[in-house]
């Protein structure tokens, strides 16, 4: 039987560091599994950055344990460097030479063999869509074409965990969906997608698990839809034909908002299929006819807002 170690691409107990007097990493506990995405949020300054450069063995913890690939980040080091990429925030593209030429210097640094150098590289710019733009300097490159090979460079050494920090930051809304399918290949073949992101929509769209970094503390962590039905605001709206559908209805319901203009009432839930189901089992009961259903539940920004503006939240949205 697989261990559930062996299933976890990166696993920290207890992870802490400080600058000085500022604590920015205050006891942090991740599991990330294998072939996913894992999405890590929070505010400027709380940690995200700090978090990545922890795990890509770029800086020493003051404290904790972390697996990363299956090796220990302190005793093997190197292991971990063999089995990771980094894309961090600003690019690491050499503006003074070609797109092939930086992917050429790359498979030099991962030590490629001549013939495996030239096969990767093509093969890296065929799936980034580089191979027009190739034999120009980087310095004329656009900047989601820029991003697109950063990743690719990332992606020289066939890593099995891949770190993007702010991956689409500036980028324009076709070039950020662009390299969300690339990320999303990027899972389909395998790779684990740790990702820091300020977007909520770009977590939304792809992480199969998040976790929200306030002041050093992961304050909420699990799916997006978890997430959001944590926060208050959740509702079912129902649409009725005529007024004594409504009013049956709200009889029946009794916990329920009404809007007798638009024949609709607003019914609070957490948007799960069991409460979903217990409201049309007392609607059915009643032979009450509804004209339209839907499920309305808090978003991401609620959750980024209520998780990191309220420290009173952090009890009940970490249950």
């Known amino acids: 039987m697989t261990s559930n170690r062996s299933r976890q691409a990166i696993t920290a107990t207890g992870l802490r560091k400080s600058f000085g007097d500022q604590v920015v990493l205050d006891g942090l506990d991740l599991d990330v599994r294998r072939g996913t995405i894992f999405a890590l949020l929070g505010a400027n300054g709380a940690g995200k950055t700090t978090t990545v450069k922890i795990l890509s063995t770029l800086i020493r913890a003051d404290a904790g344990d972390v697996q990363v690939a299956g090796h220990d980040l302190a005793r093997e080091p190197d292991a971990v460097r063999a089995a990771i990429g980094v894309t961090g925030q600003f690019s690491a593209v050499d503006n003074l030479l070609t797109g092939e ?14 013939s495996e150098r030239r096969r990767r590289t093509a093969q890296l710019l065929e799936q980034f869509d580089l191979v027009d733009a190739s034999r120009k300097p980087a310095s004329t490159y656009s900047g989601g074409m820029r991003r697109r090979l950063d990743l690719a460079m990332t992606l020289v050494g066939s890593p099995q965990v891949i770190f993007l920090d702010e991956p689409t930051t500036g980028l324009d809304p076709r070039s950020r969906r662009n390299m969300w399918r690339i990320v999303r290949e990027l899972v389909a073949d ?28 992961l304050v909420a962590e699990g799916t997006a839809d978890e997430l959001k039905r944590r926060i208050p605001g959740g509702h079912v709206r129902l649409r009725f034909a005529d007024q004594q559908g409504l009013d049956t ?6 916990q329920a908002s009404r809007d007798d203009d638009a024949l609709t009432l607003r019914v609070p839930s957490d948007g799960s299929l069991r409460s979903l189901k217990t409201l049309i089992d007392r609607l059915d009961g009643q032979a009450v006819e509804v004209e339209e259903l839907s499920v309305h539940t808090p978003d991401l920004d609620d959750v980024f807002l209520t998780l990191t503006s309220d420290p009173t939240n952090e009890k009940v949205l970490t249950r």
């Open 101 to 114: 030429e930086n992917l050429l210097l790359m498979a030099d640094l991962n030590h490629l063999a001549k």
């Open 190 to 217: 395998g790779v684990t997608i740790f990702l820091t992101t300020q977007y909520l929509e770009e977590a939304d769209e792809l992480a199969d698990r998040i976790a929200v970094l306030h002041h050093g503390r």
């Open 249 to 254: 209805a709200l009889r029946a319901l009794g």
